[in-house]
């Protein structure tokens, strides 16, 4: 690749093996991660967080992708912060594995929509957007790992982005489900909503 190649089926080869060694690279450390996820072989040090306010930055690093997509989000959120005791790392992980998977997957032209609220003790986060595949899946199958619903998907996907974050959400003492209703997908996570003073960082 750095070499200077003037054939230009030869530089077009070099662009396919780029695009695929990347690949593969990411493929290995969602392996790696997936792998200690879900054996609980990951360190967890939890803290107070806003979870709002991390899903409002998620969402601004986002912004640019739903858009080259032709996504809309729709955050609706309470008028005041709610908090929950997570590993920060992990939980951006689990919100990033989300969006990813509707920028990935997501009708172009339709609305992603975003819901937090507190419910029953619980901060609960669901994210709603209509497949441009048919979702020939059940729910629990599409959290298995390498599955992406429609067997002739080409993405980049691996195929491990749920399964991580359902792995991780179960290691930081929360819950994740899927529903799936005709093209209709749902994914909700929830975690036990922190409250009073301040949580130290390895609480």
Not at 121 to 133: P, Q
Request: aromatic share 6%.
């Amino acid at each position: 690749k750095k070499t200077e190649v003037l054939d230009p089926r030869a530089a077009e080869y070099i662009a396919v093996l780029d695009r695929k060694s990347q690949r593969l690279k990411k493929l290995t450390e969602d392996l790696v991660e997936a792998s200690k996820a879900s054996t609980g072989n990951l360190s967890v040090i939890r803290e107070k967080l806003g979870f709002t306010q991390l899903l409002d930055q998620a969402l601004g690093e986002y912004q640019e992708k739903f858009g080259k997509s032709g996504l809309t989000p729709v955050l609706t959120t309470p008028d005041h912060e709610l908090c929950v005791e997570a590993d920060g790392r992990h939980l951006w992980r689990i919100i990033d594995n989300l969006l990813g998977n509707c920028v990935k997957y997501a009708m172009p032209g339709t609305r992603v929509y975003l819901d937090v609220k507190a419910w029953d003790g619980n901060v609960v986060l669901s994210v709603k957007n209509v497949s441009k595949d048919p979702l020939n899946v059940p729910a629990e199958q599409l959290m298995e790992r390498f599955v992406r619903g429609d067997v002739s998907r080409t993405t980049e996907g691996s195929g491990l982005g749920l399964s991580i974050a359902r792995s991780l959400t179960e290691l930081q003492g929360g819950a994740f489900r899927l529903d799936i209703d005709g093209d209709l997908f749902k994914a909700v996570v929830s975690f036990p909503e922190a409250a009073g003073p301040e949580l130290p960082a390895n609480a």
